[in-house]
């Protein structure tokens, strides 16, 4: 990461901290590497295959790095803080994946995140959808357009048909390709009745602005009361997101299902255009922390921070430069001093071929009647 990238990174870094520090959110630092026992517990089981892992020379123990930081805040909040009620977490800092997320992607994601716990109504969700597109803003991207799914919805049919974990993937695949042909020949071949097969079918075909769900509600209150409870979360949570974020495109696509295999409820993908991927994502993941004694509603998101800031104008934080002469002055060296103080960037030229080289779009520092002045 070179400096222009660095200097922008940093910049987005601090200005989406603060913004979730005003939120409330509380910045916890997990750690890099953990022994594999606690790290893969829980929902980071299915992590496992994505994670590099290494022997511990002191112990003689497998330990992982972290590739994703979602059930490490998750056991923070259960195992550490143990608070009542409504906890709000966010985090930063490097993962590293076995494999690209996508091909020519980074194994080496800066994540940066925020996670609520302890609050199981639908607020919560859409708190965290706010916060995420007030965080794009902040970062200075706007004309968002937010894809809303829900997990419930496919994950239920799935346990009315008493599917193995390989068959629920094969046809979470064919969904999520939005390939009808597939689905129905691998329901076919799984023997999944005719009803489910029928919704399973259309959710690779159900996908549109939020205000378009009542034209397939009625398909879906058909079905069990658990599925139908599902989608009507959904159209809920999209109902309000239309109102509270009024230039927010709001879509939904129920063949969405390329969260984390943890999600439970409501997730959402976010894009914005001229981007051919993603730039955040995220959703509800309740009973975080069962295996640590304490079972907690959890809904959250996260993005590359990284792959964030391609998507920002560079000249925006670039520093305005000012160039010293160095000199045993101490009027000079109290200037500089004050001038660092109040935010600006000073650096000395040593010869007069880098004052020539440093000066482009700089300002000098002169010595004009005894003081030292700013001159462009």
Request: with cysteine.
């Amino acid at each position: 990461t070179l400096p222009d990238e660095a200097r922008r990174i940093e910049s987005l870094r601090r200005k989406s901290l603060d913004l979730l520090n005003s939120w409330g959110y509380e910045l916890v630092m997990p750690p890099l590497m953990e022994y594999l026992d606690s790290l893969l517990t829980g929902v980071g089981r299915d992590l496992e295959i994505e994670t590099f892992k290494l022997t511990d020379q002191i112990t003689g123990k497998m330990m992982g790095v972290r590739a994703d930081m979602t059930p490490q805040v998750a056991r923070i909040d259960t195992h550490y803080l143990r608070q009542s009620g409504a906890t709000r977490l966010c985090y930063f800092g490097p993962v590293l994946r076995t494999r690209p997320d996508r091909l020519g992607g980074s194994r080496v994601p800066l994540h940066l995140g925020a996670e609520l716990y302890g609050v199981a109504d639908a607020e919560a969700d859409i708190e965290i959808v706010e916060l995420l597109v007030e965080t794009q803003s902040c970062m200075g991207i706007d004309n968002l357009h937010v894809d809303l799914a829900h997990m419930g919805v496919f994950t239920i049919l799935m346990q009315q048909t008493g599917l193995d974990e390989h068959a629920r993937g094969s046809l979470m695949d064919a969904i999520t390709r939005k390939s009808a042909p597939d689905v129905e020949r691998r329901c076919n071949a799984f023997n999944v009745d005719e009803a489910t097969q029928k919704l399973l079918v259309l959710m690779t075909d159900c996908s549109g602005e939020a205000a378009q769900l009542d034209t397939v509600a009625s398909e879906f209150a058909q079905a069990s009361p658990e599925v139908a409870d599902a989608f009507t979360n959904l159209a809920m949570i999209a109902g309000r997101l239309r109102k509270r974020l009024p230039d927010t495109r709001i879509y939904f696509d129920l063949a969405s299902l390329s969260g984390q295999s943890y999600h439970t409820g409501l997730v959402f993908t976010v894009y914005i255009p001229g981007c051919g991927r993603a730039i955040a994502n995220g959703g509800r993941y309740d009973d975080i922390g069962r295996e640590f004694g304490r079972s907690r509603a959890a809904t959250g998101f996260s993005l590359d921070l990284r792959a964030v800031a391609k998507q920002v104008n560079s000249e925006d934080d670039l520093p305005h430069r000012i160039c010293a002469p160095y000199e045993d002055d101490k009027a000079l060296m109290k200037a500089v001093k004050t001038l660092r103080e109040s935010g600006k960037q000073v650096i000395f030229c040593y010869e007069d071929d880098a004052i020539k080289q440093e000066t482009n779009n700089a300002s000098r520092l002169v010595k004009k009647d005894d003081a030292w002045v700013i001159e462009s």
